[in-house]
T-cell receptor, first 112, second 116 residues
Framework: QKEVEQDPGPLSVPEGAIVSLNCTYSNSAFQYFMWYRQYSRKGPELLMYTYSSGNKEDGRFTAQVDKSSKYISLFIRDSQPSDSATYLCAMSAGNTGNQFYFGTGTSLTVIP | GAGVSQSPSNKVTEKGKDVELRCDPISGHTALYWYRQSLGQGLEFLIYFQGNSAPDKSGLPSDRFSAERTGGSVSTLTIQRTQQEDSAVYLC??????????????FGDGTRLSIL
């Protein structure tokens, strides 16, 4: 079983839709959770960074962490064509080793 | 401010040649990571530096791969006797943290390596 599972999509939505992206994980020690956005031929760009459970909102983006279910989500409200990209989740335990575990990414297309 | 800089952005070379990839992290970032990203695959961890030392080399796929970091700043990833399966995007990331508290990583745009 992989440490982090993420549906690769592709996901296609109309402009203005609410997008839900999700990852599940198996390691209960994970406590730092990140979402990255990666445009074609670019490096991943940090979108959201959360610690432990709960919600965090930044503009049109909301990150949710449910540690009891080992499930994290990224919601994008009022999606725009510029949101079309691959979204990667990442997480770590925050102890020795500093290893980060990444999902394989979900490809999102927002259609004008 | 300046982000993580990687060079070259693209590299095409013949099988069997050696290649050297460079990463210039964000100023002041003590942690530096190398990853490999293949089409349709997730990020594959290669090596982690804290300062100039590499406490975690567990992801290096073979002894053809090596990396060093000097002056706590620039890092180079060297692949010797390249093989076609080495073709991928090599990404570098840096962060503020040492052990204990994980600060998020900031990535460069990668080096696209193609082995003919």
């Amino acid at each position: 079983q992989k440490e982090v599972e993420q549906d690769p999509g592709p996901l296609s939505v109309p402009e203005g839709a609410i997008v839900s992206l999700n990852c599940t994980y198996s390691n209960s020690a994970f406590q730092y959770f990140m979402w990255y956005r990666q445009y074609s031929r670019k490096g991943p760009e940090l979108l959201m960074y959360t610690y432990s459970s709960g919600n965090k909102e930044d503009g049109r983006f909301t990150a949710q962490v449910d540690k009891s279910s080992k499930y994290i989500s990224l919601f994008i409200r009022d999606s725009q064509p510029s949101d079309s990209a691959t979204y990667l989740c990442a997480m770590s335990a925050g102890n020795t080793g500093n290893q980060f575990y990444f999902g394989t990414g979900t490809s999102l297309t927002v259609i004008p | 401010g300046a982000g993580v800089s990687q060079s070259p952005s693209n590299k095409v070379t013949e099988k069997g040649k050696d290649v050297e990839l460079r990463c210039d992290p964000i100023s002041g970032h003590t942690a530096l990571y190398w990853y490999r990203q293949s089409l349709g695959q997730g990020l594959e961890f290669l090596i982690y530096f804290q300062g100039n030392s590499a406490p975690d080399k567990s992801g290096l796929p073979s002894d053809r791969f090596s990396a060093e970091r000097t002056g706590g700043s620039v890092s180079t990833l060297t692949i010797q006797r390249t093989q076609q399966e080495d073709s991928a995007v090599y990404l570098c990331a840096s962060s503020l943290a040492g052990t204990g508290i994980n600060q998020p990583q900031h990535f460069g745009d990668g080096t696209r390596l193609s082995i003919l």
